[in-house]
């Protein structure tokens, strides 16, 4: 029944195939690899290093308490910043809605005072 498979997976879309003739080489292996590779993931220094990166500071204290409260103050001073910035943009993205609401109105209101005296004259 496999190799019926792997024929009709070549014949149909051949990585289908492909992946067929894998799985009948070594399929009984794979639940040994992926146990390997997930012990191998526990004790990798990338794993120590992503999950440090994690924290709720987002960042590891150096030893130095002078530079981590410097490094600290300025984050906060960075993020105060960033909230005025936001709170900037918000009221420009307000005005220019308002800006366009008026115009749109403006044009509206054009039409409708054009609309009922007919047809433009030809400027002959």
Known sequence: MTIGLMVLGFVVFWPLGLAMLAYILWGDRFQGMARDARAQWKTSPIKGAMDQMAQT????????????????KELKRLEEEKAKLDAMRAEFDDFLRELRRARDQEEFDRFMNNRGRGPAPDAA
């Open 57 to 72: 500071t987002g960042y590891a204290r150096t030893g130095n308490v002078a530079f981590d409260d410097y490094r600290e």
